[in-house]
């Protein structure tokens, strides 16, 4: 089902949460809605859902226009971040609420339940109540009900908000593999750009009510349109004027940028004089925290093991840098 937004805007007082938004989510897409905190992305969810009321604008799902229709009816399945479940009922009776309304023969139910609880890693949790779970598993619990349903679209307002970080990894892989099942409509809101990179196949960022760009994670992460998208996307450092990311930052002992003073490399144009304050092993990779020796302006460039390894930096090192890519929107600005 596609969601498509027109002209929306919302304002509380004098304060545009939403300025002019218009955004096509396409059927079958997990979209998120990307942006820093207070930039308008609960908002737009919420008037997807119908939960908040625009001031003008349209909201249509499947080509049907929504907007003046009730929460209720607009088939949609909602999951917020501090998901509010009913503490009486057990996980079983939580997940089956919306079958057992839609009056659904009981076997059939118990089966969907069943189902449900499996995908989502809660099964013989069935008998518990919400206030026996953990916040991720109440997450998950929020997220079988939510689709048990089978709602035309998914609405999730930052469900991994409040997970601990290898709760969220997990549940991000899974939230993917799930959608690739059910192919339902997904959009998801958060302001954690690993997060929308990771699970999503299109991103909407947000910045003041105002959408700044829209596209795959890849469009996003290497042809930003502006510096607000590159910088929100991920690591900036700024060489020589120009925004570029640590992973496309060389490293060399010689300004010719050379590994070592053995290596033959052809000298390049652009080159800076750069000191070393830390060297961070990330596994894989390594993060050099670095500082333009003319500017003392501070960046980090991210290299390989390998390369770390040839270089043998330590703090202190006086070492070489050039970029081996620079995004289009180098700006002139800067
Ligand atoms: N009921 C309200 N009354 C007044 N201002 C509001 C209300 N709801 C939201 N706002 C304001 O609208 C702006 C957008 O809020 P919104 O919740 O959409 O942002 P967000 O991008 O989801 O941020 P966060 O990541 O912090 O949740 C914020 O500045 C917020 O303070």
New binding site residues.
């Given amino acids: 089902m596609t969601i498509s937004v027109s002209g929306a805007n919302?304002r509380?007082?004098d304060?545009a949460?939403?300025d002019d938004v218009s955004l096509e989510i396409p059927s079958g897409s997990l979209t998120a809605?990307l942006?820093?905190?207070?930039?308008?992305?609960?908002?737009?969810?919420?008037s997807i859902a119908g939960l908040?009321r625009l001031d003008s604008g349209t909201v249509y799902i499947n080509g049907d226009d929504v907007t003046r229709v009730s929460p209720q009816n607009r088939d949609i399945g909602f999951v917020f971040q501090h998901y509010a479940a009913f503490k009486h009922m057990t996980v079983r009776e939580n997940v089956a609420f919306g079958l057992k309304i839609r009056k659904r023969p009981k076997a059939e139910v118990a089966k969907k339940v069943d189902e449900l609880l499996e995908v989502v890693g809660l099964a013989g949790f069935q008998t518990r109540y919400p206030a026996q779970l953990s916040g991720g598993q109440r997450q998950r619990m929020a997220l079988a009900r939510a689709l048990a349903v089978d709602p035309k679209v998914l609405l999730l307002?930052?469900p991994f908000g409040a997970l601990d970080a290898k709760v969220r990894e997990d549940l991000r892989k899974w939230l993917r593999r799930l959608h690739d099942e059910v192919h339902v409509t997904t959009v998801l809101?958060t302001?954690d750009q690993q997060e929308a990179l990771d699970v999503a196949d299109r991103i909407a960022v947000?910045n003041k009510?105002r959408i700044e760009q829209v596209g795959s994670p890849d469009d996003l992460y290497d042809r930003p349109q502006n510096e607000f998208v590159m910088s929100f996307l991920g690591s900036v450092a700024k060489l020589n004027g120009s925004l570029v990311r640590p992973h496309d930052i060389r490293v060399g002992r010689t300004p010719d940028l050379a590994l070592s003073s053995a290596d033959q490399a052809s000298a390049e144009t652009g080159v800076l004089k750069a000191r070393v304050h830390r060297v961070v092993h990330l596994g894989f990779e390594v993060r050099v925290e670095l500082s333009n020796a003319a500017t003392g302006d501070e960046f980090h460039a991210q290299i390989t093991r390998g390369d770390a390894e040839a270089l043998a930096l330590s703090e202190g090192d006086e070492v070489y840098v050039r970029a081996t890519r620079v995004p289009a929107i180098a700006s002139a600005d800067l």
Wanted: glycine share 20%.
């Fill in positions: 919302k509380y007082g304060f949460a939403l809605l942006g820093p905190s207070g930039s308008g992305k609960s908002t737009l969810l919420r908040d307002d930052e809101v302001h947000l009510g």
